[in-house]
Structure formats: C-alpha cells, structure tokens
C-alpha cells in the first residue's frame, strides 16, 4: 500500500509479507493507519477528519494478489475492473470537505462495490472493526467446510432438491393462483375456436373471394370490353366492312409469303408474322370464351359478400387475414390442452413436492447431525486454544437452531423453516468464564479479548476459509509472558496457509512474523516515505530491544530479543 496525507502519515509505502507481516512502532506512530487505509481500500467510511490538517485530500492505493476465476476478481471484472499481472490496483480518495472517490483496476467505482470484494479478500479483527467470522453466514459456510465430506455430500444432494422444490412450488403456486384467470382464459378461447369452426375458412380464402368481389362487380364493364376488344382483333358479324387484326396480319403474312424465297431475312419475318397470327387467333378465342363464360348473376355476388363479410369478422378478432386467423385457431388449441390438464398438473406437482419435502426432511437432518457433530469437535479444540491465549476459563460453543415453521421440513420430529443451506441458523458462542452464559462471540469478549478468541478460531479453520488475508489489530491487548508467545506462535502458523497482518506491541508476537515493518515518526511529528521501513537483521533486535525494555541498547535487552528470535525460527 502507498499512503498519502493520511493522520499522521505524510507519504509513505508498506508492503507486506505473503506470510507473517507484523507493525510495530512507538504508540502514536501511526501503526493504526496501517489498518485504517486498509478498511478504507476495502469500503470503509470515509472521515474527512483523516485527511492530513494542510492537505486537500488523502489516498491510498493498494496492490492486491487476486487469482483469476476467484469471487473477488469476478466480481471486480464485472464491475468493469481489470487485473494487472494477476493483481488488482484499489485506491481510494478522501478530500478534506468529506468526498470521497474509488477506483479499482483502473475504473471509478461506487465505494460499496470495494466493501463487496472486503468479505472475498481481508477478514479483519480489531477492537473497533471486525468482520469475516463475526457474521453467521460466514459461520455456517467455514463450520460446513470444517466438517468435510459429512456435510458436503448431504449439501449437495439437498442444493439440488432445494432447487428442484423452489421450481416446482413456483410452478404449482402460479397454477393455483391464477386459477380464475386461466379458467376465463380457457372460456374465450373455447368461443373463439367454435366461432372460427362455425364459418370453416380456408386458407387464402379472403383473398380468392376479394377477387371475385371484384370482378362480379364490374361484370358489364368486363363483358363489354371483352367483347370490343374480340372484335378488334377477330372482326365483328354484324360489320362486315369493318377491319380486324386479323385480316390485316394474315394478308401482310400472304405478301411476304409470295417472295420469301428470294431473301431468308424476308423469310424471318414472315415466319414471325405467321406466330403473331396464332397469337392473336388465341388471344380472340380466349376473349369470346371470357364473354361468354362470365358470370353477372347478382346473387353470387350477394354470396360472395354474404362470405367475405363473415370472414371480415374472424380478421376483426383473430388476425390480419384468415390465414393468420388460422394460425390462432392451431396455437389456441395447443393453449386449451395445456389449460384444460391444469388440473392433472396440479395432481402431479403436488405430489412431487411433497415427495421433494420428504427427501428434503432427511437431508435436512443429515445436515443438522453432521454440523452438531463438528460444532463439538470445533468448540474443544478452538477452547484449547484460548486456554493458551490467557483465555484459560473461557468456553466456544456453537448454537445450531432451528425455526418452527408449519410449512417447513421436519428436523428433530419438529417442523421448521428451512432455506438454500439447510434448516440449521448456526451461531458460534462464548462464554468468558465459568457461570457465563454463552453469548455471541461479538457481544461475549471485548477488545483484545475478541481478537484472541477469533485468532483462536481461525487457527483452527486455518485452511478452509476461502480468505486469502487476515488483519490482527490489538490482539496482544492485556497478555505478555507466555500467552504472548503463544499468540505468536499461533500467528504464524495461521501465517502457513494465509496471508497474516497484525498490529502489535509484544515483541514475543513480532519475533514470530517473517517481515517486521517499523512505523516511526520524523522531528516534525509526521510518518514520511523512509518513516515505514522492513527491519532485518541488526535493525530487528533493536527494535524488539525497545518494545521489550524500552532501550534500544541494553544488553540485557539485546541478547533477550536475540533469544525470542531464535526461539521464533526454531518454532517455526
């Protein structure tokens, strides 16, 4: 992370360790802004009240390790991010007025969109801010993961059951509710399927009487120019004078006839005379065969617009014409089987889902038997662990509750709600010292004491929680001596399978971690670039040196840090 104008920080760069990253410094160094830019990168509030007294804004840019396909970069590509070299760059941006901006993998985004990937990437335990573990869905899923295969196997068989019942029931509710409105549904189509098969259309229909409509119509027009036009071309008997197509074509084919012979060019041209003469001896038939066969009866055409009207009043209703009347009368009948085996349907998901809550009950309770189970195993051995964190008398203990509900599943002969999990509402318990109650573990320990039990707890579910890193800030508060070692010890393990930052104190926790960062001030009171820096070797003893005696240069101090340092790398 880069910090700019934040607190007591002017500029400076911290980068941790892929294990075991302590911060130490002297109190009022500005160890906590370690952790305050980190909420801040993960969606934490903005206070103005941060931004450095001078400075018009503070920032902090963080480069964070996502793998390809994880939720967190999913999530990131879909709000437009984009991953550099498998990492994303987060930054976040607060003005002295109290605006703030972020931006992650290049792209401006809304600030909730970072407290989304927080749950993905960082589980944070400190006096004032905590999350991953303290939330019950993350307790069920880590528990679940905890238990291995006893749960895993009956979970997976109950999500498709579940899945299977949430459709059958939508389906069987949609059915059920809508029953009045499927049934007048079922009337109109069965009126207008029996008015379509009263006037029996056919297709085209209204097309073919639209042009007898016509014609009928016009039939003494049609007549009358049929019958000029024939005599045009065929002549009339009752003109014997007049002059016809005919006549004149066949005495122009006679003149060239005579000569032909002479010039094939001529000849060409009386052989196409002589097919103008088929033609138009065809085209007078046909016309005197139209005159004659041409039907003026006004009572067909009365029938004719008797039908087109009935048809006129299916295209009203149905469709742009009678075939697309047609058309709804096929779909209408396909719409009426299915509502009329609505109540067949009904029969058979009612039965089915109640068969799915029967398989349901016994996943259900597999599930319950499974995580009680491994509550068990869970509680003892995350109580031995505090037993070593000067936690000596407290006691972890999960809650696994179910909720009557009468239209549920049925768990421990008991009928209860149940959801995509499972019926079971997990709750992980503490109770501090004998005689306590067991309470949740967010209203059961305060302070350090939190940060104890949930280091306690993800020791113990070191590897099946899907958080890559975990931030410790005051887990050392009110222990030293030989908890302090143990809490060390304990980081650094968690530090084998996940990524470890912890604001500390104790140099017996600091001697444990694979990179130490020293936060110091300058003369004027600020953190600057060279104020954050790695100690190693030298540099290292006298810092724990300090946190130890307060005097970088006792020698008594010296060899006992040089000691705890050595003690850290044979533990590990």
């Known amino acids: 992370m880069r910090i700019r104008s934040l607190g007591v920080i002017d500029d400076a760069v911290v980068e941790l360790s892929p294990g075991f990253t302590a911060v130490t410094g002297e109190t009022g160094a500005g160890k906590t802004m370690v952790v305050t830019s980190l909420g801040l990168l993960l969606g934490g509030r903005a206070d103005p009240a941060l931004v450095r007294i001078g400075s018009p804004s503070a920032v902090v840019e963080g480069r964070i390790s996502v793998a390809p396909g994880d939720a967190a970069a999913v999530r990131a590509e879909e709000a437009g991010a984009e991953l550099d070299d498998g990492a994303l760059i987060v930054s976040r941006t607060i003005s002295a007025e109290g605006r703030s901006r972020a931006h992650l993998g290049g792209r401006s985004v809304p600030v909730g969109v970072l407290a989304e990937l927080a749950d993905d990437l960082v589980a944070v335990h400190g006096q004032t801010d905590q999350q991953g573990l303290l939330k019950p869905a993350r307790q069920r899923g880590a528990l679940d993961r905890y238990a291995g295969e006893a749960v895993a196997g009956p979970l997976a068989g109950y999500s498709e059951a579940y899945r299977r019942l949430r459709a059958v029931s939508a389906e069987l509710e949609e059915l059920t509710t809508r029953a009045r409105e499927r049934a007048q549904e079922a009337d109109l189509l069965r009126f207008g399927l029996a008015e379509i098969e009263a006037v029996e259309p056919r297709a085209g229909e209204d097309a073919e009487l639209a042009?007898?409509?016509?014609?009928?119509?016009?039939?003494?027009?049609?007549?009358?120019?049929?019958a000029l036009a024939h005599g045009a071309l065929a002549g009339n008997p009752e003109d014997p004078e007049a002059v016809d197509a005919t006549t004149l074509v066949a005495g122009a084919g006679r003149a060239l006839e005579a000569v032909r012979s002479h010039d094939p060019a001529l000849a060409a041209l009386a052989d196409r005379i002589g097919e103008i003469s088929i033609l138009l001896a065809d085209v007078a038939g046909e016309l005197a065969g139209y005159a004659d066969n041409l039907d003026a009866d006004p009572r067909r055409l009365a029938a004719v617009e008797e039908r087109r009207a009935a048809l006129t009043s299916l295209t009203r209703k149905y469709g742009e014409n009678i075939d697309a009347v047609l058309a709804w009368a096929e779909d209408g009948v396909a719409r009426l089987t299915e509502l009329d085996g609505d109540d067949d349907r009904i029969g058979e998901l009612t039965a089915e889902r109640d068969a799915l809550r029967a398989e349901l009950s016994g996943l259900a309770q597999a599930l319950t038997d499974a995580r009680t189970e491994a509550a068990a195993r869970f509680a003892d051995a995350v109580t031995a662990e505090l037993a070593s964190l000067a936690m000596p008398h407290a006691r972890v203990s999960f809650a696994i509750r179910q909720t009557e509900d009468p239209e549920g599943v049925e768990v421990n002969g008991r009928t209860v709600a149940?959801?995509?999990?499972?019926?079971?509402?997990?709750?992980?318990?503490?109770?501090?010292?004998?005689?306590?109650?067991?309470?949740?573990?967010?209203?059961?320990?305060?302070?350090g004491e939190l940060s104890r039990v949930m280091l306690a707890v993800e020791v113990v579910f070191a590897g099946t929680d899907p958080v890559p890193t975990y931030l410790f800030d005051e887990v050392d508060a009110g222990v030293g001596g030989k908890a302090a070692v143990e809490i060390g010890r304990r980081l650094a393990k968690l530090a084998k399978s996940a990524q470890v930052v912890v604001v500390t104190h104790l140099p017996q926790v600091a001697a444990f971690a694979d990179r130490q960062l020293l936060v110091e001030k300058t003369n004027d009171g600020s953190v600057t670039r060279s104020g954050v820096t790695v100690l190693e070797g030298e540099d290292r003893v006298r810092e724990l040196s300090r946190m130890l005696a307060g005097q970088e240069d006792s020698e008594t101090a010296r060899a006992h840090a040089e000691e705890l340092l050595a003690a850290a790398r044979a533990d590990g």
């Open 211 to 226: 042009a007898e409509a016509e014609r009928l119509g016009h039939a003494e027009a049609l007549a009358s120019a049929a």
């Open 418 to 447: 149940y959801g995509p999990h499972g019926a079971d509402e997990v709750e992980l318990l503490l109770a501090p010292h004998p005689g306590a109650p067991p309470r949740p573990i967010a209203k059961g320990a305060s302070g």
